[in-house]
């Protein structure tokens, strides 16, 4: 499992439902964390791997790993709330993005149970971030215009930069 960045078309399609959830999705859920853990984030969703159905999960420190499987956002807080975030799908990058403070989702787990959430603050964030990844929606698409072009042209040179880096470590070894 891999984690796809900016510009792999998977980001921008919508994600399908998970028709049955059966004992593989443990797995699934398992494989995810462990992803989202070695990438250092707080929230993964599934076509940032490759995966494209409704699943998302989120670990926030001091908060128990949480997963979502077919999830709806039930209510949005008229208040709303600002605070920078990032992506693994556009690492190196951040920006403050406004969103609604607390929200009410509703979905099922790794073992199929449904459960219904309140949250707000970062959790409220985190899932609201990972559901547009469901959506084909990424935060850059919540900046203006010219902020999110000045954010991807920067991401684009990170990108030439590491694979410019990797090809001149490649090149040096094989001399060797
Ligand atoms: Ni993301």
Request: overall charge positive; charged content about 25%; glycine content about 10%.
């Amino acid at each position: 499992m891999h984690i796809l960045t900016l510009g792999d078309e998977r980001l921008r399609q919508k994600a399908a439902p998970v028709r049955e959830i059966g004992p593989a999705y443990q797995q699934t859920a398992e494989a995810m964390f462990a992803c989202l853990h070695s990438g250092k984030g707080v929230g993964l969703a599934g076509p940032q791997v490759g995966i494209m159905e409704r699943i998302f999960v989120v670990h926030i420190d001091g908060d128990a790993p949480r997963v979502f499987i077919n999830p709806s956002i039930l209510e949005t807080s008229a208040e709303l709330g600002v605070c920078e975030e990032g992506c693994l799908s556009i690492p190196g990058q951040y920006a403050e993005v406004t969103r609604p403070q607390a929200v009410k989702v509703q979905a099922w787990n790794e073992r199929g149970k449904p459960f219904t959430l309140k949250a707000a603050g970062t959790l409220a964030r985190v899932i609201q971030h990972e559901y547009d990844h469901l959506e084909g929606v990424l935060f850059i698409d919540k900046l203006p215009e010219k902020q999110r072009g000045k954010l991807t042209a920067k991401f684009a040179r990170s990108l030439a930069g590491r694979r410019a880096a990797r090809a001149r470590a490649a090149a040096s070894e094989g001399g060797q």
